[in-house]
């Protein structure tokens, strides 16, 4: 039985945000996720990169960090990372089998069950720090466990997940300021006012030195081709920094600032050997696939980009206004298709919708008849195939976009990689 199975027969049920599930499991296991230094980071879009670029700092300042992702770009045991290597697939077994113990019934869902691992993986690994991305929201999140993470991280906040999160930014943002515990600092990104109020609110509230990166981050710029690294400037209250960013787009320059202010912040409270030449470090070395990611095949480029809301996809559209692309589009039932696709589809020379392996689909049709703009799209089911259709039919010099979730473009990166051997290189891989 493969990890991925063995998680998707555990307790069934629609998403059910809570902690009341997870935490006696963890009182069985003993406590793991209060057995080290926790940060959480939540936010709508850019946790994940911001949560990357702060692990790799602390990984070059020569801690032991241990990292949690979700969702899920490929295998489950690629989530959880220790020194930036996965925990592999007997590691995350032998953990479950333990959980199992813990919840026989069993109680825990699919996340639950991985967030309960991750914490046991990061106490037996005793790692001197773990990174935690917050799956959904923040309050009722199953990464929120935790008794007192060191520091709590909010990117930002747009609409997603409205129906299990709010249908306002504010509320969102409420859900989300669930991170912060009563006098220990935050840091939140480039916030709207509405959702900028709220935390600010609950941060008074709680006694939280909360650090708002709008209010202290200055100079913020950046050089390079739009598809590739890119060197970062800006400065933060205790000095001017010049960076060198593996990850293209200017959004990841904003991430890239919040996580120094991070990074600042855990100098401060005992992690004395993050300076710095470790911010320079794990900065110019972090790895984060399929965002803005690109393989060379022949003469096209194909481009992952793990955008999944018209937030995201306003952003990846900035990213590629110099730029001519034809856009291969799939998402999940769930999102504001439409939304997305009116960010990208305008500029596209073609545009191919297909379904992306999960039960949890969209009907591209439907978006299709729906959108006068998209009557020329074509449509074809499976992800490889178009693809390929768009590749086959490239002219040279062909950039392909692929793009609408997660689990879509960790799809395609797996197909790509059967078409080609690759070699990582700054900004994407590169055929052999």
Not at 64 to 83: C, K, N, Y
Not at 406 to 418: C, P, Y
Request: glycine share 6%; aromatic share 4%; net charge negative.
């Amino acid at each position: 039985m493969t990890i991925e199975h063995r998680l998707a027969t555990r307790a069934a049920r629609v998403i059910e945000l809570g902690l009341e599930r997870l935490r006696p499991v963890l009182r069985a296991l003993d406590q793991p996720q209060d057995a080290m230094p926790v940060v959480l980071v939540t936010g709508t879009n850019g946790k994940g990169s911001t949560s990357a670029l702060l692990a790799s700092m602390v990984r070059a300042a020569g801690y032991r960090v241990g990292t949690f992702s979700s969702p899920s770009l490929g295998a489950a045991h690629e989530q959880i990372t220790i020194d930036g290597a996965a925990i592999g697939r007997e590691g995350l077994d032998r953990i479950l089998d333990d959980i199992d113990q813990a919840d026989p019934e069993p109680r825990l869902s699919p996340f639950e069950a991985l967030t309960a691992a991750a914490y046991v993986a990061f106490a037996r690994a005793e790692v001197d720090l773990a990174v935690v991305e917050v799956g959904m929201g923040g309050a009722r999140d199953a990464t929120n466990v935790v008794t007192t993470p060191t520091l709590s991280v909010l990117t930002n906040v747009e609409l997603d997940h409205q129906q299990w999160l709010g249908e306002t930014r504010a509320a969102i943002a409420q859900e989300k300021a669930g991170v912060m515990r009563a006098r220990r600092p935050a840091i939140c990104g480039w916030l709207e006012p509405d959702a900028q109020a709220v935390i600010r609110a609950a941060a008074l509230f709680l006694a939280v030195p909360l650090t708002v990166a709008s209010d202290v981050i200055t100079d913020l710029d950046g050089t390079g081709p739009p598809l590739a690294a890119q060197e970062v400037t800006f400065s933060t209250p205790q000095r001017s920094y010049r960076l060198q960013l593996p990850l293209a787009g200017r959004h990841q320059r904003y991430n890239l600032a919040l996580a120094t202010l991070a990074a600042e912040q855990l100098a401060t409270d005992g992690f004395t050997r993050l300076d710095a030449n470790a911010i320079a470090r794990g900065a110019a070395s972090v790895h984060w696939p399929a965002r803005l990611e690109s393989f060379i095949l022949g003469d096209s480029r194909v481009v992952l980009d793990g955008a999944h809301n018209p937030a995201s996809a306003r952003a990846l559209a900035n990213t590629l206004e110099s730029v001519s692309y034809d856009l291969l589009f799939g998402t999940l039932a769930d999102k504001d298709a439409a939304g997305m696709l009116a960010h990208l589809a305008p500029r596209a020379e073609r545009v191919v919708l297909t379904r992306p392996d999960t039960p949890r689909t969209w009907d591209p049709e439907t978006i299709r008849n729906a959108d006068k703009s998209l009557t020329s799209a074509t449509l074809i089911s499976e992800p490889s195939q178009a693809l390929d259709h768009l590749l086959d039919n490239a002219a040279p010099g062909t950039t392909i976009v692929a793009t609408g979730s997660i689990a879509f473009v960790g799809q395609l990166r797996a197909h790509l990689h059967t078409l080609t051997q690759t070699v990582e290189v700054a900004g994407g891989s590169r055929a052999r």
